[in-house]
Antibody
Framework: QVQLQQWGAGLLKPSETLSLTCGVY????????WTWIRQPPGKGLEWIGE???????NYNPSLKNRVTMSVDTSREQFSLELASVTAADTAVYYC????????????????WGQGTQVTVSS | DIQMTQSPSSLSASVGDRVTITCRAS??????VNWYQQKPGKVPKLLIY???NVHSGVSSRFRGSGSGTDFILTIDSLQPEDFATYYC?????????FGQGTHLEIK
């Protein structure tokens, strides 16, 4: 059963770049859209964007100017960079897999990484 | 962007109750809705996919229904472990937005 494990810096200063990586273990890496979602403290979930195994990306327009996602297929890892962070970027960041069902032609997020608390503070 | 609006935002219920949570999409999205459960400090967990399909390992007390713009999550015979926050999410087209969440608490 596939598991996702994520890591990265948890404390940043304003204007720095957030950098997180998610490793995929125990399952196929190709054929899925690897996704980042975040959750500010006490708030709901926000989709940041996705990347496929070939490096094709799709970002949330609200963050598009600051987001870069990359993939390392040899290590079965994918990464998120968010530039010029502010306090508004303080959140728990999750990596997850958009699990595609070819019969239903729909996708959903499962499984999820354990989450990384990222705090932006001067 | 497609907006997903959940109601109620919070709900008090007792063990054994049946509860329903509603999610309304800002446009017709067919059956492109998923439901997640999140407990405090924990990772969201997939419950229902494609509006009405119960995810593997999820109790049959959870049911999803609806299509178009209106969707319902029903939880039959509430158990203590069901008290959590529930989110709907559409997968119709990006950006894939979530509802604001429904906090289900013990009465």
């Amino acid at each position: 059963q596939v598991q996702l494990q994520q890591w990265g810096a948890g404390l940043l200063k304003p204007s720095e770049t957030l950098s997180l990586t998610c490793g995929v273990y125990g399952g196929s890496f190709s054929g899925y859209r690897w996704t980042w979602i975040r959750q500010p403290p006490g708030k709901g979930l926000e989709w940041i964007g996705e990347i496929n195994h070939s490096g094709g990306t799709n970002y949330n327009p609200s963050l598009k100017n600051r987001v870069t996602m990359s993939v390392d297929t040899s290590r079965e890892q994918f990464s998120l960079e968010l530039a010029s962070v502010t306090a508004a970027d303080t959140a728990v960041y999750y990596c997850t897999r958009a699990d595609w069902n070819s019969r239903l032609r729909q996708s959903w997020f499962d499984p999820w990484g354990q989450g990384t608390q990222v705090t932006v503070s001067s | 962007d497609i907006q997903m609006t959940q109601s109620p935002s919070s709900l008090s219920a007792s063990v054994g109750d049946r509860v329903t949570i509603t999610c309304r999409a800002s446009q017709n999205i067919g059956s492109y809705v998923n439901w997640y459960q999140q407990k405090p400090g924990k990772v969201p967990k997939l419950l229902i996919y494609a509006a009405s399909n119960v995810h593997s390992g999820v109790s049959s007390r959870f049911r999803g229904s609806g299509s178009g713009t209106d969707f319902i999550l029903t939880i039959d015979s509430l158990q203590p472990e069901d008290f959590a926050t529930y989110y709907c999410q559409h997968s119709y087209l990006s950006p894939y937005t979530f509802g604001q969440g429904t906090h289900l608490e013990i009465k």
